[in-house]
């Protein structure tokens, strides 16, 4: 079983910088994969990025590539997510998912994911 708690969301003008944290209960939590998806109101709930356990499989949609990094501290139990260049389409609540699956073609559906958090609210302002 893995717990998630999200932190660091806030209102960030565009072009603006911010990281958000994502601190997982359980001692398994090295053997998981976790990722970060985000859903603007009225809008489904799409993948954002995801990294293995062991850092080296990193993926990221094609709207993120070059301004946002993730990264996971295994001796913390936590995932970051350091958005930069941020764009009013950016706004959203931003959830953190854990998952055992290897097989990182999965990460990117929310079906593939198996534990969730309760999300963090991002404003980018214009």
């Known amino acids: 079983q893995v717990q998630l708690v999200e932190s660091g969301g806030g209102l960030v003008q565009a072009g603006g910088s911010l990281r958000i944290s994502c601190a997982a209960s359980?001692?398994?939590?090295?053997?998981?994969?976790m990722g970060w998806f985000r859903q603007a109101p009225g809008k489904e709930r799409e993948f954002v990025a995801a990294i293995s356990w062991s850092g080296h499989i990193i993926r990221f949609v094609d709207s993120v590539k070059g301004r946002f990094t993730i990264s996971r501290d295994n001796a913390k139990i936590t995932v970051y997510l350091q958005m930069n260049s941020l764009k009013p389409e950016d706004t959203a609540v931003y959830y953190c998912?854990?998952?055992?699956?290897?097989?990182?073609?999965?990460?990117?559906?929310?079906?593939?994911?198996?534990?969730w958090g309760k999300g963090t609210l991002v404003t980018v302002s214009s």
């Open positions: 359980g001692r398994t939590f090295s053997s998981y994969a």
């Open positions: 998912a854990a998952t055992s699956k290897a097989d990182s073609g999965r990460w990117s559906a929310v079906g593939g994911m198996d534990y």
